[in-house]
Nanobody
Framework: QALLTESGGGAVQAGDSLRLSCAAF????????MGWFRQPPEKEREFVAG????????ELADSVKGRFTISRDKVKNTVYLQMNSLQPGDTAAYYC???????????????????WGQGTQVTVSS
């Protein structure tokens, strides 16, 4: 079984909402910074959101601020990405990620995430 499994993607209309879930099947991931990235068609992967091990700090990309929120449930070992007011520009494969260099850390560094899920597709039509 994959250590990170994303779900919740789908095809929606502009203005709709989706909630992505990332179930971590490794208990130790609860102690690491986690995040979401996305890769639009024919573009580079980009950071979307990050959250520290205890949820005490979050960071969002400018393009999603005010529309997306990230949260985590340590009991369920799951990280969520709530996406509201979706736009066609949000169309991408979305990946859950763990920064295994940030153990009990208050740091979110977009460049040091180093473990990835297999992704879930989000398609937003106008």
């Amino acid at each position: 079984q994959a250590l990170l499994t994303e779900s919740g993607g789908g095809a929606v209309q502009a203005g709709d909402s989706l909630r992505l879930s990332c179930a971590a099947f490794a208990r130790t991931f609860t102690e690491f910074t986690m995040g979401w990235f996305r890769q639009p068609p024919e573009k580079e992967r980009e950071f979307v959101a990050g959250i520290t091990w205890n949820g005490g700090r979050v960071e969002l990309a400018d393009s999603v601020k005010g529309r997306f929120t990230i949260s985590r449930d340590k009991v369920k070992n799951t990280v969520y990405l709530q996406m509201n007011s979706l736009q066609p520009g949000d169309t991408a494969a979305y990946y859950c990620a763990v920064d295994r260099s940030r153990y009990y850390s208050n740091v979110i560094d977009r460049d040091t995430f180093n473990f990835w899920g297999q992704g879930t597709q989000v398609t937003v039509s106008s």
